[in-house]
């Protein structure tokens, strides 16, 4: 059964830091690009990150660009969200979703997706 838990969300205060874990079981992320998504109550899904297996390049949006870094560990089967210096506008459920080989930013094109972890930034 293919799956991707999604994991490390919860409550922190403006500028804390929280990781967020992508774990999959059922197929390796060898030959996958996984993306980060989040999706923040009356709004649409958006991106905000994505690594790909062809060639490892890793994406960030200009909104989180210095703010959060994605990595991968590919004998965990687990890619990596590492959020800093969060804000309240990053309250959102988060969710990691796989495609093969190469990032692509409209979500549609992802085949398998996690059940979204709650991040929610508040003092």
């Known amino acids: 059964q293919v799956q991707l838990v999604e994991s490390g969300g919860g409550l922190v205060q403006p500028g804390g830091s929280l990781r967020l874990s992508c774990t999959a079981s059922?197929?390796?992320?060898?030959?996958?690009?996984i993306g980060w998504f989040r999706q923040a109550p009356g709004k649409e899904r958006e991106g905000v990150s994505c690594i790909s297996s062809s060639d490892g390049n890793a994406y960030i949006t200009d909104s989180e660009n210095g703010r959060f870094t994605i990595s991968r560990d590919n004998a965990k089967n687990t890619v990596y969200l590492q959020m800093n210096s969060l804000k309240p506008e990053d309250t959102a459920v988060y969710y990691c979703?796989?495609?093969?080989?190469?990032?692509?930013?409209?979500?549609?094109?992802?085949?398998?997706w996690g059940q979204g972890t709650q991040v929610t930034v508040s003092s």
């Open positions: 979703a796989a495609r093969r080989s190469r990032c692509h930013p409209r979500p549609s094109t992802y085949t398998a």
């Open positions: 059922g197929f390796t992320l060898d030959y996958y690009a």
